[in-house]
């Protein structure tokens, strides 16, 4: 992540943080306007071509607003990416805003990875273990890779917990190659 981009959502999250705003409806106004984003590379193309000033750019920003009613913080923000040149990382900067965000919060990231599809229910109590693990509440993500055979890995953070038969099995290996 380019240092500019931790700086403006870290900015953002003060902004929010010292006005006491509720945060989730700013994540869902993000959601939207970013949906809207992602959806049209002709928006896209709009904001970040260098031929057009950046005072139209925030006119049409402006003109959007009127049928998104984003709130005046996150308005501005894009206004001022705008102005910087830097609407083309908005995605970044919100990414790094949420994850901010969860870290004020005290949520942490973990990647979960099964053998298996688990249901909604394994997932739920799994998360819930998980979350006892790392004193702290969870946002799992899950991936399914077949090559470890059963069992779990868990990431949170730079940590790993290695629960796979396919890890047990190289584990053992390497006692038995020691041995």
Known sequence: MAAFVSRYAQAFLEVLTSAKIDTSAVESQL?????????????????????ISSQTKVGFLDTLNQK???????????????D?????HVVEVAAGYRKLL?????????????????SADDQMK??????????AEID??????????????VRIGSTVYDGSVRGRLDRLKEVLVAG
């Open 102 to 118: 969860q870290e004020q919060l005290g949520i942490r990231q973990a990647e979960i990875v099964t053998a298996r599809q688990l």
């Open 140 to 153: 799992a993500s899950f991936k399914q890779d077949a090559t470890i055979l059963g069992g779990t890995i």
């Open 31 to 51: 959601n939207d306007f970013l949906a809207t984003w992602n959806g049209s590379p002709e928006l896209q193309e709009f904001f970040v071509n260098p031929a």
């Open 126 to 135: 799994l998360v819930a273990e998980v979350s006892k693990l790392a004193g």
């Open 84 to 88: 910087n040149d830097r609407i083309g």
């Open 68 to 82: 998104m009613k984003l709130r005046k913080e996150l308005r501005n923000l894009l206004a001022v990416l705008i």
